[in-house]
């Protein structure tokens, strides 16, 4: 297994992988090849610089799956899950993550069958992917580090390009924020690196690629001159304007003081497009429908109104019974 291209890393002693790379650098230190010493980190371990393991190879391991992946580094193995992407679990044990993760995608919950054939076509995709030796790129961020979950946050090069970027593309990953708080390793922003992964996700529903085939939320609801509650994309683009929004609320929530009622809709994540409703305007709008607004939980809905942004989200002001109509 070869290791290179390692970019002095600054993380603390969390593994013995860890403590064998910095025996390593001592080492390397000693032989005066320019090594600086390692300063300890915050305990979060989320400051280390990125570093490239080169030409690894998968094995076999039971986190292996669309979005994580086991290889060996120094006779260890370690697992690494991709950032900014999300994949449908595969594993028994995960059931219930696994309808959430197929509800998001805007495909029914019950439908197990379908989300099982999703997990698992993205986790032989990967297979393929990586059956020629690749690059990961880390910085040794944990996962999740409040929990026994070993997994380390990287992006995988494959000779074909991004695997999480593959997976995208071919309607396999749902694209989904992440914690890293640094560019990405060739330079780009944050921001630009998530934006790249939404345009291929854009084009995958658009060609109606891996889940999006299946999907009930891509469908302009009413036309070319609506929108879909998914289309974060194009929704953001029509800031100030007057449009309409349709797709099917799964949710419905409160600020503490109930002066403000969230109507959220299916497959939409957080920091979506979602529908206000203020106190002043509910009793009118209790008036007008029946039930409202439990009564609109699970129901197809198409929403009109000026798109306002708070705080990046962007959203709906429900104020008149007329600007709410049912779909099929």
Not at 41 to 57: F, K, M, Y
Not at 92 to 99: C, F, T, Y
Not at 184 to 197: M, S
Request: proline share 5%; aromatic share 6%.
């Amino acid at each position: 297994m070869k290791l290179s291209t390692i970019i002095t890393p600054r993380s603390e002693n969390v593994s013995l992988l860890r403590s064998r790379l910095l025996i390593l650098f001592s080492l390397l230190c000693l032989l005066q090849i320019g090594c600086q010493s390692e300063p300890e980190l915050p305990a979060d371990g989320n400051h280390g610089e990125w570093i490239t393991l080169t030409d690894q190879q998968m094995i076999k391991g039971p986190h292996n799956d669309g979005d994580s992946l086991m290889v060996q580094i120094d006779e260890e193995p370690v697992v690494f899950r991709l950032y900014y992407v999300d994949t449908v679990e595969t594993s028994n044990q995960a059931a219930e993550r696994r309808a959430a993760q197929v509800e998001a995608m805007g495909i029914e919950s019950e439908k197990e069958a379908r989300g099982m054939a999703l997990a698992y076509a993205a986790k032989q995709a990967t297979a393929a992917w990586l059956r020629e030796p690749f690059d990961i790129i880390t910085r040794w961020e944990r996962v999740d580090p409040n929990s026994d979950n070993p997994s380390y946050r990287a992006f995988v090069k494959t000779s074909q390009g991004d695997l999480g970027e593959l997976l995208v593309a071919e309607g396999l990953a749902k694209v989904k924020g992440g914690p890293a708080r640094v560019a990405h390793p060739d330079g780009r922003t944050i921001e630009t690196q998530l934006h790249a992964y939404r345009q291929l996700e854009i084009q995958a529903r658009d060609h109606r690629k891996g889940y999006w085939a299946n999907s009930s939320s891509i469908e302009r609801p009413a036309g070319a001159d609506s929108w879909a509650a998914t289309d974060l994309t194009g929704i953001k683009r029509q800031v100030g304007n007057q449009i309409q929004v349709g797709g099917r609320i799964n949710r419905i929530g409160q600020t503490s003081g109930g002066g403000i009622t969230f109507l959220n809709f299916a497959g939409v994540d957080r920091g979506g497009f979602v529908v206000i409703v203020r106190k002043r305007n509910m009793d009118e709008l209790q008036q007008s429908i029946d039930g409202f607004p439990e009564s609109l939980e699970d129901k197809n809905v198409l929403v009109s109104g000026k798109i306002d942004l708070y705080r990046g989200t962007p959203q709906i002001v429900l104020r008149d019974p007329e600007q709410l109509s049912f779909l099929p």
